[in-house]
């Protein structure tokens, strides 16, 4: 462990994350589109009615929360884990006595921050103009609390296995696109999950991807009972332990295929 | 006696690269059946190399050099052999190993490039545990050696390649390496850059006693820096010694370059036998002679021409690499 490097690390990274800040903000800004026009579908649709016991302001609730944790869990890293390895940058990376890993994280805890900035003054403008409903009890709040952590440890070490894979194919981050393109079908953005069609839902309870965005929505907006909760934890933190076996086994094995075939 | 810090014995590396047959047919084989062939990039190599010395690693493009500094800072596992640099397994890459050696390449940055080299530098600091107090020191000295002063508060992305090489020079040296492994360190830099940088790498030297090998395409990099060449060709080990002595075994002739006074310039000179000419323009002559007959030829012809200028010479170290570059031996 190189604790002292990888901080430093995380202010080198936000400081020169903030002299792009805007081409950030507009980057967060172009992903809170999709969920903002689901928005504002659902919440017409609904009208004075409810849809699938969700109200007008229940929706508006639903997905302003979803498009902060969205932009909390979302991994921009993943995109740039597989230049690294293509580029032949993962020796200077691998030259050092800390893992690159360190580097990673470094860029997500610095991007947070920055992507928060913009997102934060955002969402309560647009709270303020749309007026959710939400009743937060103390039980949901605090159980949102791990779920979002493991959420985004869940979609990051998800998106970081399958960009691991450029140790092997040139063009690996093909697969990133189709894990967004499963993020917003089956994990709450399109609709939420307790609206989608039967065999969607069943698939959208057992796969990984509901758990790297909708679950947590739903724990804070309160949808769930105290066994969907339970149950619910158990398949994230499940989801959790296969994405972690998975992203070690191929770092080690790409990392020795690297040293093999060289950079 | 000064401590072997780096020990290298039958080093190999094969690579395995996918090939195929050009032509839309061949592509669509490949996809289902793929075929490799092999190629040897390093073939049992094996030297040793002393704390201190400044170790030139020499061979045309493709020769090996790279592959081989890279199974050396542990980027790349051997396919065969043992190497043990300061006295540890390079390609285990443990931290400690690497917290003692650095390597600078010249085609890669590791510095950030939005933000001033001053931030890289404390990064890097961070990284290699240099206690604050030590890393001002070294940067200090660093900075002052390079002429760099006025470059620590700029952004990267505005810097000239040379300027970022004096940079990539501080973070590769920040924490002390014991060995530093330089790969094309002065590519792409102008003449007086190149010499610069020379200096510097020479008194960092001198002042650190830190081990060097360094690759490079420039002779003059080579022949000022480092007394003592490794030849690699087509991943072999040709040679292994003084660069001054490599000269001698591979090229045992001298150049006699001669002025003529103006009067017999039409005709054709007759030369002693053993004298083969090179070049021939306006009077000036050079020929070609074999070492040990370059005294009694050179009297021969003062006593029969009517020489106004002669000088014996080495012949040029890039005429030498060149010719083993082409013939592959030495």
Known sequence: ?263 | MAETQIVVHNLSKTYRVPGREPGLAASFRSLVRRTYRDVEAVRDVSFTVEAGEMVGFIGPNGAGKTTTLKMLSGLLHPTAGQARVLGGVPWERKPDYLQRISMVLGNKSQMLWDIPPLDTFHVLGEIYHVAPAELKRTLDELVELLEMQELLTKPVRNFSLGERMKCEFVAGLLHHPRVLFLDEPTLGLDVSMQGRLRRFLAEYNRRSDVTMILTSHYVADVVTLCPRVILIHRGRLLYDGELSRLAERLAPFKLIRLALSNERVENEPELPPGADIVEQENGRLTLRVARSAAPSITAHLLNTLPVADLAVEDPPIEAVIDQIYQEGDV
């Not at chain 1, 792009?20 to 009615?49: C, D, E, N, Q």
């Not at chain 1, 149950?231 to 295929?257: D, E, I, P, S, Y």
């Open chain 1, 1 to 263: 462990m190189n604790q002292r490097g990888g901080w430093a690390l995380i202010k080198s990274t936000w400081l020169s994350w903030m002299q792009h800040r805007s081409f950030f903000f507009l980057l967060a800004f172009m992903w809170m589109i999709p969920p903002l026009i689901y928005l504002f579908v659902w919440s017409t649709a609904a009208g004075g009615k409810t849809i699938g016991g969700f109200s007008r302001g229940e929706f508006v609730a639903y997905y302003l929360v979803l498009i902060l944790v969205n932009q909390l869990t979302y991994s921009q890293t993943n995109w740039t884990v597989g230049d690294v390895i293509r580029s032949g940058q993962m020796n200077t990376l691998l030259l050092r006595p800390m893992s690159p890993l360190y580097g990673t994280l470094a860029s997500e805890v610095a991007g947070k921050v920055v992507y928060m900035a913009f997102m934060i003054p955002v969402t309560a403008v647009l709270a303020l103009v749309l007026h959710p409903e939400m009743h937060v009890t103390l039980q949901n709040g605090l159980a949102f609390v791990p779920a979002l952590g493991l959420a985004w440890a869940l979609r990051f070490f998800w998106g970081y296995w399958l960009a691991l894979l450029a140790f092997w194919a040139t063009r690996a981050d093909a697969l990133l696109g189709l894990q967004d393109s499963l993020v917003f079908l089956l994990a709450g953005q399109v609709a939420p999950t307790a609206l989608l069609p039967g065999l969607m839902r069943q698939a959208a309870a057992v796969l990984p991807f509901r758990y790297m965005l909708g679950f947590p929505v739903e724990v804070l907006t309160g949808q769930l009972s105290t066994v969907e909760l339970w149950t619910g934890f158990t398949f994230q933190a499940g989801w959790l332990f296969v994405t972690l076996l998975l992203f070690v086994t191929m770092w080690r094995t790409g990392v020795k295929r690297y040293s093999a075939v060289g950079g």
